[in-house]
C-alpha cells in the first residue's frame, strides 16, 4: 500500500474518533439502554379511571425508580415506590400520596424526588425537547423520564415512561403501567404525536452528589478486639451502602491526650496521641476498605488510662480536614467517630459546653469548626458507640444533635448490628436535611471606618427573637460565626452585641476591599437541649480613614 493511501485511511481513523457527538448524524443510529424495570403496582392496583378510588397513579414515581435503579446498579423493588410515596405525603403534606394508589406527579416534583429523596447533584425537568436532544441523552447514558400518554395513544390519559432507546424506526420504553412494560417498542411517529401533547416534556437525572467522610477510630487499648472489629465492619459497609456516589473517604485514629514529658499522666501516657491520619481523601474505595481494617487497638498501657479519651481533639481536628488533605471542594462534608468513652472534658458551670484539658478544646469549637462553612455547608457528625458502659452516646450526641447527625450503640443482638446503623447513617448521609432557621436581625454600625483606628475589632448589634432568655443569648454570643477569614468572634459590651476580631491584615482588607455582606449563623441550646438554630446578614459600608 502505497504511504499516502495509508496516511487517508488513519487520517479517516482520526477524523471518526475525535469528530464529537453531532445529533444531527446521531439519527442514522441506534442506541439501547438496559434500564431496570418495574411495574407501578404493587403497591396499589391497576385501572386508569377517571374515580380516584380505582387504580394507580404511581407512574412518575416509579418511573423516577427506574432511573435511579439504574445508576445506582440495583433492581428496583415494589416497597421502594411505597416508600417514595411516603416521601412525598411528608414533603408536599399532601396525604393523597399517603394511599399506595398514590396520586399525581409532574415533572418539577419528580426532579426534586430525585434529587432530595434519591441524592443526585443534578436533575432537571423541561418542556420542548426533540428527538435529537433524547438521541443525545442515550448515547451518553442517560435515560430519560418522558411524559406521554397510556399506551402511547394521546387520546388517553397522561402518563409518565422512561425512554431506554432509539433507532430509526422506533423508540423504546419501560412502560410502568403494564406488566410486561419492558422494553416496549412505538413508533417514532406515534410516540411524537403523544409526546408533543405534553408538551415535548423531559426529565433528566444526571450528576451523583459529592460525598466526603472522615471516620474516627478510638484504639486505645481500653477498646477490645470485638469493639474494634465491629466499627470497622460499620465503616466499611457504611462505605459499600454509599459506593454508588464513589465517596471521599479519609480515616484517623486517636487515643489519648498527653501532658508531655509526664509517663502514667492522668489523661495519658507517652507513646499517647490525640489524633492521628491513616488515610487522606481518595476515592479509591478498595484502599479506603484495607486501611479500614488494617487499623488496630494500641498494645497493652497504649492510652485508655481512665475512661475518658480524646475524643474533643479528635472531632476538632477530624472536622477540619486539614490533616486529611483537607475537604474536596464542593463536598458534603460527614464525620463518623466511634468509640467505647467520651472525651475528657471539664464542665462549665451552668452550661452544656466543657474543655478538653492539655489541648484546651472546647466542645464547642467542634461545632463552630463543623459550621465553618455556613449552616447549609456544615460538616454533619455522626457518633456510633462501641459500649456504652460509660454514657458515651450521650457524650457524641451532644456533637452530633448540633449538626443534625445522631449517635447510635453498635449491638449485635439488637436493631443495631454494624449493617443494620450502617444504612441508618448512610440513608442520613445520601438524604441530608436542611436545617430550619430563624432569622436574626442584624445591626451594623453605619459606616466601618479603616479598621486599625478601632484596634482591629468592631461590635455587631443582633435583634435576637425576644423568646431567647439571657443565659440562651451568651450561649449564642460565643458560637455565632461570621463569614470572614482570620475573623473572631467574642461577646460584646451587653447580651445584644457581639464583638469582631481580625486577627491579621489580610483579614482586614478583606472586609475593607469588598466584603459589603457579614453573614452571621449560629444556634442556642436551652436546658431540656432543645436547638434553635439562626441565620442573619447585613450589608456593611467600608471607608478609609486616609
Known amino acids: 500500500m502505497k504511504w499516502y493511501l495509508r496516511f487517508i485511511i488513519l487520517l479517516c481513523v482520526l477524523v471518526s474518533v475525535l469528530l464529537p457527538i453531532n445529533p444531527d448524524y446521531a439519527n442514522a443510529e441506534s442506541v439501547h439502554l438496559k434500564v431496570p424495570f418495574i411495574p407501578q403496582v404493587p403497591p396499589g392496583h391497576w385501572g386508569y379511571k377517571s374515580n380516584i378510588d380505582h387504580g394507580t397513579y404511581n407512574c412518575g414515581q416509579t418511573s423516577a425508580l427506574m432511573v435511579m435503579s439504574y445508576y445506582k446498579v440495583e433492581l428496583p423493588v415494589s416497597d421502594k415506590i411505597a416508600e ?36 443526585f447533584k443534578e436533575a432537571r425537568a423541561e418542556n420542548n425537547w426533540n428527538i435529537d436532544k433524547l438521541k443525545t441523552e442515550l448515547i451518553n447514558g442517560c435515560p430519560v423520564i418522558v411524559a406521554v400518554h397510556i399506551r402511547m395513544n394521546s387520546s388517553s390519559g397522561g402518563h409518565f415512561m422512561v425512554l431506554t432507546g432509539i433507532d430509526d424506526d422506533y423508540v423504546y420504553v419501560n412502560d410502568p403501567g403494564l406488566t410486561k ?11 411524537k404525536r403523544s409526546w408533543a401533547v405534553q408538551n415535548n416534556a ?42 454508588f456516589f464513589k465517596p471521599y473517604v479519609a480515616a484517623a485514629d486517636y487515643r489519648d491526650v498527653v501532658e508531655e514529658g509526664k509517663q502514667n499522666s492522668l489523661y495519658g501516657i507517652e507513646g499517647d496521641y490525640p489524633f492521628k491520619p491513616r488515610l487522606c481523601f481518595t476515592q479509591d474505595l478498595r484502599l479506603a476498605e484495607s486501611t479500614i481494617n488494617s487499623i488496630a487497638i494500641g498494645p497493652a498501657g497504649s492510652g485508655g488510662n481512665k475512661e475518658a479519651e480524646s475524643v474533643c481533639s479528635a472531632l476538632k481536628r477530624g472536622v477540619s480536614g486539614n490533616e486529611l488533605g483537607s475537604w474536596p471542594i464542593g463536598s458534603e462534608q460527614n464525620v463518623i467517630i466511634y468509640g467505647n468513652a467520651g472525651g475528657h472534658i471539664e464542665s462549665k458551670p451552668d452550661s452544656n459546653d466543657g474543655k478538653e484539658p492539655v489541648t484546651g478544646y472546647y466542645r464547642s469549637d467542634v461545632v463552630r469548626e463543623a459550621f465553618r462553612r455556613g449552616v447549609s455547608n456544615r460538616t454533619i457528625i455522626f457518633g456510633v458507640a462501641t459500649s456504652n458502659q460509660f454514657g458515651v452516646v450521650d457524650e457524641f450526641s451532644r456533637y452530633s444533635r448540633l449538626t443534625g447527625g445522631f449517635a447510635s450503640l453498635l449491638n449485635e443482638t439488637s436493631d443495631y448490628t454494624p449493617e443494620l446503623v450502617a444504612k441508618r447513617v448512610a440513608k442520613e448521609i445520601e438524604n441530608r436535611k436542611n436545617l430550619a432557621c430563624e432569622n436574626v436581625e442584624v445591626r451594623l454600625p453605619s459606616k466601618l471606618i479603616d479598621l486599625t483606628s478601632f484596634e482591629n475589632s468592631f461590635e455587631v448589634d443582633l435583634g435576637l427573637p425576644s423568646s431567647i432568655s439571657r443565659a440562651e443569648v451568651d450561649d449564642l454570643s460565643i458560637r455565632l460565626n461570621f463569614g470572614i477569614p482570620q475573623c473572631k468572634v467574642m461577646p460584646g459590651g451587653n447580651n445584644q452585641t457581639l464583638r469582631l476580631w481580625f ?21 442556642s441550646v436551652d436546658k431540656e437541649e432543645n436547638i434553635r438554630y439562626f441565620l442573619g446578614s447585613a450589608n456593611a459600608e467600608v471607608i478609609h480613614s486616609k
Open 84 to 119: 417514595i410515596d411516603n416521601w412525598l405525603a411528608q414533603k408536599y403534606n399532601d396525604p393523597k400520596y399517603s394511599d399506595h394508589n398514590s396520586w399525581y406527579t409532574d415533572t418539577d416534583q419528580l426532579a426534586v424526588l430525585a434529587k432530595e429523596y434519591g441524592g
Open 503 to 523: 486577627e491579621n491584615e489580610r483579614a482586614r482588607k478583606y472586609l475593607k476591599n469588598g466584603a459589603q455582606e457579614i453573614k452571621v449563623y449560629g444556634f
Open 202 to 243: 423531559v426529565v433528566t437525572i444526571h450528576e451523583k452528589k459529592n460525598i466526603a467522610i472522615t471516620f474516627l477510630f478510638d484504639t486505645t487499648h481500653s477498646v477490645n478486639e470485638k469493639e474494634i472489629e465491629a466499627a470497622k465492619r460499620n465503616a466499611i459497609s457504611v462505605v459499600k451502602e454509599l459506593a
Open 181 to 191: 412494560g419492558i422494553d416496549n417498542k412505538y413508533p417514532i411517529s406515534q410516540f
